[in-house]
């Protein structure tokens, strides 16, 4: 079945997507080429991840690394094409990982970080990677908890250790917000993601760039306060099977 009708829709998708991008941007006051767009393809087989290739998108999400395989094996080694992989990583599976994704969004804990280390030495490489911090205090959310100052202290002496691993290359820190339609709640989250980078460069005098935040539904409020990668899929690829 032909996929250009597909096509055309994703397209239209990505180009209002872009738009509110860059309307959220100028709000802050940020050029719009601060903002990178990750298409998250969780949840939809391959004929649409190839849709959403031809459309012109190179930049492709994956939340679990079984799911992903197949699909970047059935695209192959497109030009330009850069996989990320944003879902929880489980110790026993980091071994899938091996040189698939460009970078990791989601390590949430001192076990997985070391297992990435040791696998990354044992292929000869540096793995690209950021820290997911829980901002917000939920207890359904993975990540470092970091709600408080108290909190931050706790975890400090982890987050030292993570950034010796000589294997990994650490380039900033990763949340998921809370489910709200709330645009203030949104965005003092975000705020705070932001403000634990700030500290994080300061003490450990290391540059950390990337700040991963931001979905379909509060993505305008993380970019409003400084988010450089936005993850996006249901606003591009409709709701997954």
């Known amino acids: 079945m032909s ?11 990505l180009a209002a997507v872009e738009r509110r991008i860059a309307d959220a941007a100028g709000k802050a006051d940020r050029n719009p080429a601060e903002v990178r767009l990750l298409v998250i ?4 087989p391959v ?8 459309s012109g998108q190179r930049r492709l999400g994956e939340n679990r690394v079984e799911e992903a395989l197949p699909k970047i094996e059935a695209l192959g080694p497109l030009p330009g094409i850069e996989w990320h992989l944003v879902g929880p990583l489980q110790s026993r599976k980091v071994r899938l990982v091996q040189d698939h994704f ?12 070391r297992r990435l280390d040791s696998e990354a030495a044992v292929l000869g490489r540096r793995q690209a990677i950021l820290l997911e911090c829980n901002v917000s205090g939920e207890s359904t959310k993975s ?9 931050w202290e706790a975890v400090r002496p982890e987050i030292r250790e993570v950034l010796s691993l000589p294997h990994l290359t650490v380039l900033g820190l990763m949340t998921v917000g809370p489910i709200t339609d709330d645009f203030e709640t949104q965005r003092r989250i975000f705020r705070r993601l932001a403000e634990l980078r700030r500290r994080l460069s300061e003490s450990f005098d290391r540059e950390l760039p990337e700040l991963s935040m931001g979905m379909s539904d509060d993505f305008e409020a993380a970019i409003q306060q400084g988010a450089t990668i936005v993850r996006i899929g249901r606003a591009i690829l409709g709701e997954r099977m």
């Open 3 to 13: 996929t250009g009708p597909m096509v055309k829709a994703i397209r239209e998708r």
């Open 41 to 44: 393809t969780k949840g939809h």
């Open 47 to 54: 004929a649409t991840v190839q849709a959403l290739v031809e």
């Open 102 to 113: 460009a970078m990791i969004h989601s390590v949430d804990r001192m076990k997985a970080a």
């Open 143 to 151: 990540g470092w908890r970091v709600e408080d100052d108290s909190a």
